[in-house]
């Protein structure tokens, strides 16, 4: 695989889970470099909050990757231009930046949907696009899958998803230990996702 990957996605927001995902591929070196490129507000996610504070959140979250000395590097050009972002879109506008086919981070569970995706009909994404699978522990992997070019990684991390975090702010309930100190205090100091 190459050696550097693409971590596309909502963060909303960014979780100790996402921080954890990049420290152990890069420590356990399956990549040397990645990529952390946030979307732009899509239509079928629910934001609760401004485009300007998903912004400075992201900036603030890449941050706090580079203040660990992680080989990061931080991608705004979806997350400032707002349209519905495909899978092939983002790999060809890092095919034509970076020059080659970068790998791309998924979560398990896009396993099985990947096939089923209409702007997925020439089998691309499921065998040509280079993929990391995380593993989440409540997923069963299906016996058979119709697939190339992936790994899966199993980084033993406490899991922990975005949407989880908004209902616990929403309930006023501590979220000290899955959020990343600097993300906890944006949110705070901002009264998001309240």
Known sequence: MNSIAIYWGAFNPPTIWHFEVINKLLTKKIVEKIIFSPDWQRKDKDYKISSEDRIKMMQVFFEELRNKWLNVDFEDYFLKNPWNTTTME????????????????????TITNMPNRVWNENKYIENKLKKIFINRKWFLLPKEIDMQNYQIFDLDILEISSTTVREMIKNKMRVDHILTPKIRDYIEENWLYI
Do not use: G, P, R, S
């Open 90 to 109: 983002v790999e060809n506008y890092f095919k034509d930046k970076l020059w080659f086919q970068a790998t791309h981070i998924f979560w398990i569970d």
